[in-house]
């Protein structure tokens, strides 16, 4: 079987249905009360969200930013040459897999008891037909979380951490590595490239839970 082609048939919504937490959340963590700056927060939860998408090397879609938010996508095989291809599907673009709406072969569609979800986003044939046939073969699916209340609760906490830190920075000079007041005491800033913050930009401890949901494609 040929490379497949990937699609988006129905994109998460633009706004909260892409965000990895929000605003509220945040400022709880800042301890700010005011609407002051909420625009500036979203801003920076827009941008960290979408900086995750592409950790976690999540597939784009034609002008489609990936994204984690749930999505109807679909993934067709064009069958070449005569031979049977293996058991498995993979479907490594986006995560997590939430189910399969339709697999069809051939323009048949398959009953959903000759088939079965795999760790890793990926699909085994099972019962008599132990293999996909030597033809087409189109798999919608649906995948990803909704957003922003299905994040698990630990990457979110990783998010909110990134948040914060990028919303701290505004008010320093990104060039300043540490800062002393004769008297007073002094200040080192984390830096990308430091002990905490990788050359991604993203916190070691945000790439650390994204890893689970990182596609091992490129």
């Excluded at 941008?47 to 993934?75: I, K, N, Q």
């Excluded at 132990?130 to 698990?152: K, Q």
């Excluded at 920075?169 to 990788?198: C, E, K, M």
Aim: net charge neutral.
């Amino acid at each position: 079987m040929s490379q497949p082609l990937f699609e988006v048939v129905t994109p998460a919504a633009a706004g909260a249905a892409r965000r990895l937490t929000t605003v509220e959340k945040v400022k709880a963590a800042l301890r700010i009360t005011d609407s002051a700056n909420d625009a500036l927060i979203t801003s920076i939860i827009d941008g960290v969200s979408s900086d995750c998408a592409r950790e976690a090397r999540l597939a784009r879609a034609g002008a489609t930013d990936p994204t984690f938010g749930r999505e109807s996508l679909r993934a067709t095989w064009a069958h070449r040459g005569r031979g049977r291809s293996t058991n498995l599907l993979v479907l490594p673009w986006r995560t997590p897999i939430i189910s399969i709406a339709i697999v069809v072969i051939g323009g048949d569609s398959l009953d959903p008891d000759g088939y079965r979800i795999l760790d890793g986003g990926m699909i085994q044939r099972v019962g008599d037909a132990c293999a996909w046939l030597g033809a087409d073969t189109v798999v919608e699916f649906i995948a990803g979380w909704d957003l922003p209340t299905g994040v698990p609760a630990g990457l979110e906490m990783r998010v909110i951490d990134q948040v914060k830190m990028q919303y701290l920075q505004t008010d320093r000079d990104q060039s300043l590595r540490s800062q002393s007041t004769d008297g007073l005491g002094s200040a080192a800033y984390a830096v990308i490239g430091g002990d905490s913050i990788s050359k991604s930009g993203l916190l070691k401890s945000l790439e650390t839970a994204l890893a689970p949901y990182t596609s091992w494609t490129v």
